[in-house]
């Protein structure tokens, strides 16, 4: 069983930046695993930020997320980051770390293709 674990949320200005964290645990096959940032906003539903396959390192993003985001992993110690600048207002929400075993689908950065989630760490940026 998967776990994964968010850290880094937290208060910003608009305009400044803040890196999101997830440590993988509990599986030895993470170089197999397309991992993913989500978020969700108050009564929306969950959207997709961006995407990373481990074994390669590709990466996908959001539209919303493009030249402002960056997602990243760290394959010695199981951790992926999202790294956040220019960050707007409409950026507030939870923002959650999901897993999926292969690279199938990575690209499409939907939810509905991952099966383990982390409890979400809070993002809020106020202007």
Same mark, same amino acid.
Request: with cysteine.
């Given at each position: 069983?998967?776990?994964?674990?968010?850290?880094?949320?937290?208060?910003?200005?608009?305009?400044?930046?803040?890196?999101?964290? !997830?440590?993988?645990?509990?599986?030895?096959?993470?170089?197999?695993?397309?991992?993913?940032?989500?978020?969700?906003?108050?009564?929306?539903?969950?959207?997709?930020?961006?995407?990373?396959?481990?074994?390669?390192?590709?990466?996908?993003?959001?539209?919303?997320?493009?030249?402002?985001?960056?997602?990243?992993?760290?394959?010695?110690?199981?951790?992926?980051?999202?790294?956040?600048?220019?960050?707007?207002?409409?950026?507030?929400?939870?923002?959650? !770390?999901?897993?999926?075993?292969?690279?199938?689908? !990575?690209?499409?950065?939907?939810?509905?293709?991952?099966?383990?989630?982390?409890?979400?760490?809070?993002?809020?940026?106020?202007?």
């Amino acid at each position: 069983q998967v776990h994964l674990e968010e850290s880094g949320g937290g208060s910003v200005q608009a305009g400044g930046s803040l890196r999101l964290s !997830c440590e993988v645990s509990g599986s030895t096959y993470y170089q197999y695993y397309c991992m993913g940032w989500f978020r969700q906003a108050p009564g929306d539903k969950h959207a997709g930020v961006a995407t990373i396959y481990i074994g390669s390192t590709d990466t996908w993003y959001a539209d919303s997320v493009k030249g402002r985001f960056t997602i990243s992993r760290d394959k010695a110690n199981n951790t992926i980051y999202l790294q956040m600048n220019s960050l707007e207002v409409d950026d507030s929400a939870m923002y959650y !770390c999901a897993a999926k075993a292969g690279s199938a689908d !990575c690209s499409r950065i939907d939810p509905q293709q991952f099966g383990n989630w982390g409890q979400g760490t809070q993002v809020i940026v106020f202007s």
